[in-house]
Every structure is written in structure tokens, then in C-alpha cells.
């Protein structure tokens, strides 16, 4: 029963993380401001137990014990692929000194509320101490893990394994050259930008995109919607996955495709085998994370494809844009399908990197990676981030960025000590295409798309990529459900496509 033991301690392990993330949830959700300071040694406190019990003596004598029960056994055994996952996963975390994983989880909790005060004071100032420390837990965590190229590498490997910050580059490159003559078309294109910019009562947002999010199928049964400052997605096993999103009266996408991109997130999270909960395979050992994502790029495809080669499609408004209508009779009285279509896909070049359209999205994250990688190699300093921000959005979008809220304190990551996740957004737009055109190629999933059935493609999702949980590295999911390794062709024949659209 030695791999039974080792399952059990596994599980233990889980359980903690899981309770971890029910913490973070509260905190970012529904904790008073008081209790900040308790709510950060509390989750040190549980992340620090389950760092010891990984490391510990007693699952190393288990992983040993498994191997031995488990020596005859071939190497693609699911037993095999889960106790040397565990080992490998193990050894990188034991390289990070205990006592800095526990300052640097408590420093998170502390940290995002700090953020969300200076975010909402537009006070940077009163912010940077923070940044500067958790800058030099990333740093001192990077080299702990060990790199060969550059310390960002150490960094981006922990939520997209094999990642390099020269791989990104190369991407990084390929999508610039592809996305300046798609954006100078697409801005040539007249919508009435102020259609999204009308007085849209909050709770009737709440109800039509909890309505489409049922429907594409997030299950409310073992999930449910709240709100906060930056959206977000989080499970407790797949049978409590839970999402947020940030409704404004007066911005009308925020409250619609936000919640449908962290419905993608949750849809992932319950469709994993129910044999993989409380396992290895949903488990994030390094990040001491209890997930089942493949990889936070893997994760983040699954919520752009929902968000935007579903939501934003031509034919899911030919089919849903009345319902939307009599949902909003006043607001919408003038708009009919096709401008709607076309005002939420209209390139519109802003400040907020959650509010950017599709063409522009990916300019706000190779900023933010630039940044990333200057800061943990020593290059900037924090003390120059704002007017460094400055300079980038005008060099990349044309904008004039008016005040840090709007500008630097906009994301929640670097509060949260989540340097080097910001790429696995650009992954996932890449990978959401690769999937979506793998998916698309069954005739089940082209007909329900064209009939409002969504069924056939999440089924697809879920065979594909959900139910596989941590069981496959992300290169392997997409290799195996799409034929083809890690590729922008098809993220730009899609965005190609819907600028033609839009010229049409």
C-alpha cells in the first residue's frame, strides 16, 4: 500500500493549499480591511505547513516506497507519471529556502491590500516599499531555482514550463510584425464606441452574463460569481470553483466579457477527472498553488477562447444580441446585431490591459514582460516604473498615460509576487486559437456554435484538455488535442480574419 501512503500524503498537501486559496478568496473578496495583517500570517502560516510536509521526510520515504512498489510497472502508468512528477516538482521547491517562501506568502496578502489602497489613492509612493521587497524575493527566488540564460527564465518556468524569455521574444516579435498593419486597418473602422459607454444598470449586467456563462456551461452548482477589484477565478477541488468579476454602470464589456473569460478559467477547473482531486496533478508544487491547469498559459487559453473566439464572434451576437437587447430596451434601442458585433471587436486602444481589445491586448502584456524581465535582472528600478510605464504605452499604443491608477497600479500581479505570469497571457491567446481551430474541425462543435449550441464544444474541451488536469506538461495537451507544437499562425489568421470581418 505504498502508493496508497504516498496519495494520502499527497492529498494532505492539497487540502492545505486548498484552504489556501479559500483564505485568498475571502481576502480579495469579502475580508474587512482590518484584517489584512492576520489574514497574511495565517496563509504563511498553511503555506509554510505545506512547504514542510512536500519537503518533508515523510513523503520523501513515501515517493521512495512508490517507486519501489511500482518498479515493474511501465512508465506511461499514471501511478509512474504521478510519483515522479511529485519528485521532480519537489526537489525544484526544496531549492527555495523555507523562510523565504513564508515571507513571501505573507507578503501577499499584506502586499494586494497595500496595492488596492494605493491603487485607489493613485499613490504610488506609498506603494513602492512593497514592490521593492517583493522584487527582491522574485530575485532571490529566481536564483535559488537556478537558470542558464537569464534570471526571468527561472520565473516564467514556474507557471509555463520550458518557457524562456528568448522563446518570448521570438513570439513576442512575430505577433508585433503581424499586429501593426491589423491594428492601422482595423482603426479605420466607424463604430459608435459610446454604445458601450451607456448607462447599463449593474445587476442586469450580473444576470445576463451569469446566463451566458451557464449556457457556454460553467456549472453555478459548484461555482458562483462575486465581485472585487481585479476579476479573478479560484478553486477548492472542481467541486467548488469560484469567479469574480468588476461591474461599472458605464462600461458595458467589463461586465459581460470579464466574467465569461474567468467562466473559462472555472470550466477548466470543473471539468478535471474527478480521480485527479486532492493529487499531483492538481497540485502546483512550486507555486504551492492548489490548481489543475496544465500550465497558467494552458489556463489562460481556455478563458480567451470562451471570451473571445466565442463571446466576441459574429455569429454568437446573431444569436444572442436580442436577448442582450431586451435585457437593456432603453440603452440598446438604436444598436442592432451587427453594429453590436462590430463596437465590441472595434480596436479601441485604452490604458487598462483588462478592458483592451483583442488587436491591442498583447501590446499591454510585452510591456509588462519588458518590465518584468529589466526588473529581476537588476536593470529598472522601482522607483522608475512610472514614468518607464509612461514611456512604453506611448511608444506602443500612442497614449499619454494621465495618473499611475490608470498606468502602473493597474494590475494586481507584482502585489501578489506573480512576476513572470504575465507571458501566459499572450501564450494563452496563442493556444486559445490552436484549440479552438483543433475543436472547430469537428462537425458537432461548427453546427452547435452556429446554432447556440455549446455544449459540443465544451464537451470537446473537456475531453481535450480539462479532464487531463497537471496529468500532461502543456506542450503535450496541445501536441495531442491540435497536432501541432506551440504557434502564432493561427492566432493571426484569427485575427486577420476578424479585421476582414469588420472591413466587410
Known amino acids: 500500500m505504498t502508493y496508497a501512503a504516498f496519495s494520502s500524503e499527497i492529498a494532505r498537501i492539497n487540502d492545505i493549499l486548498c484552504a489556501v486559496n479559500l483564505l485568498t478568496w475571502d481576502a480579495r473578496v469579502m475580508m474587512p480591511p482590518g484584517g489584512t495583517d492576520a489574514r497574511g500570517k495565517q496563509i504563511a502560516t498553511l503555506v509554510g505547513l505545506a512547504r514542510e510536509m512536500a519537503t518533508g521526510d515523510t513523503l520523501q520515504r513515501a515517493i521512495e516506497d512508490a517507486r519501489l512498489e511500482l518498479s515493474g510497472v511501465p512508465r506511461g502508468d499514471v501511478r509512474v507519471l504521478a510519483v515522479e512528477q511529485a519528485a521532480q516538482s519537489i526537489a525544484a521547491l526544496a531549492r527555495i529556502p523555507a523562510a523565504l517562501v513564508g515571507e513571501a506568502a505573507e507578503l501577499k496578502t499584506v502586499a494586494q491590500a497595500a496595492w488596492a489602497k494605493a491603487r485607489a489613492a493613485n499613490d504610488f509612493a506609498g506603494f513602492a516599499p512593497m514592490l521593492e521587497r517583493s522584487m527582491d524575493l522574485q530575485r532571490e527566488i529566481a536564483a535559488s531555482l537556478g537558470y542558464t540564460a537569464h534570471p526571468y527564465d527561472a520565473l516564467v518556468s514556474t507557471y509555463e514550463p520550458g518557457m524562456t524569455w528568448s522563446r518570448l521574444q521570438e513570439l513576442y516579435g512575430e505577433l508585433r510584425r503581424a499586429l501593426s498593419p491589423l491594428l492601422a486597418q482595423a482603426r479605420e473602422a466607424r463604430v459608435r464606441s459610446e454604445i458601450l459607454d451607456r448607462a447599463y444598470p449593474v445587476e442586469k449586467q450580473r444576470a445576463f452574463s451569469s446566463l451566458v456563462s451557464s449556457r457556454f456551461g460553467y456549472d453555478f452548482d459548484r461555482g458562483r460569481l462575486d465581485d472585487t477589484v481585479h476579476p479573478f477565478e479560484i478553486s477548492f477541488t472542481r467541486s467548488d470553483v469560484r469567479i469574480t468579476g468588476r461591474f461599472r454602470e458605464t462600461w458595458l464589456p467589463g461586465g459581460l466579457f470579464a466574467v465569461w473569460h474567468e467562466a473559462?478559467?472555472?470550466?477548466?477547473?470543473?471539468?478535471?477527472?474527478?480521480?485527479?482531486?486532492?493529487?499531483?496533478f492538481t497540485t502546483d508544487f512550486i507555486n504551492l498553488y492548489a490548481v489543475g491547469g496544465a500550465s497558467f498559459g494552458t489556463h489562460e487559453s481556455q478563458s480567451r477562447l470562451w471570451e473571445n473566439r466565442v463571446g466576441?464572434?459574429?455569429?454568437?451576437?446573431?444569436?444572442n444580441f436580442g436577448e442582450l437587447q431586451k435585457t437593456f430596451p432603453d440603452q440598446l434601442a438604436d444598436v442592432d446585431a451587427e453594429e453590436f458585433f462590430r463596437v465590441v471587436n472595434a480596436a479601441r486602444p485604452g490604458f487598462i490591459r483588462v478592458e483592451a481589445d483583442e488587436l491591442t491586448y498583447d501590446l499591454h502584456i510585452m510591456l509588462r514582460s519588458e518590465i518584468e524581465a529589466g526588473l529581476i535582472a537588476g536593470e529598472?528600478?522601482?522607483?522608475?516604473?512610472?514614468?518607464?510605464?509612461?514611456?512604453?504605452?506611448?511608444?506602443?499604443?500612442?497614449?499619454?498615460?494621465?495618473?499611475?491608477?490608470?498606468?502602473?497600479?493597474?494590475?494586481?500581479h507584482w502585489?501578489?509576487?506573480?512576476?513572470?505570469?504575465?507571458?501566459?497571457y499572450t501564450i494563452g491567446n496563442i493556444m486559445s486559437s490552436q484549440f479552438f481551430a483543433a475543436a472547430c474541425r469537428e462537425k458537432a462543435v461548427a453546427s452547435g456554435l452556429d446554432t447556440g449550441d455549446y455544449s459540443p464544444l465544451k464537451t470537446w474541451l473537456n475531453t481535450n484538455v480539462h479532464q487531463h488536469g497537471r496529468s500532461k506538461s502543456p506542450n503535450e495537451l496541445l501536441v495531442d488535442a491540435t497536432g501541432s507544437d506551440l504557434s502564432t499562425a493561427a492566432y493571426i489568421a484569427d485575427l486577420t480574419r476578424k479585421v476582414e470581418e469588420m472591413a466587410s
Open 380 to 412: 529598472i528600478r522601482v522607483k522608475d516604473l512610472p514614468d518607464l510605464w509612461r514611456e512604453k504605452m506611448k511608444q506602443a499604443l500612442g497614449l499619454d498615460v494621465p495618473d499611475d491608477r490608470l498606468g502602473v497600479l493597474q494590475d494586481v
Open 312 to 319: 466576441r464572434s459574429r455569429r454568437f451576437w446573431e444569436l
Open 415 to 424: 502585489s501578489s509576487g506573480m512576476v513572470g505570469s504575465f507571458p501566459t
Open 264 to 280: 473559462g478559467h472555472g470550466m477548466y477547473e470543473q471539468g478535471i477527472s474527478e480521480n485527479f482531486s486532492r493529487s499531483v
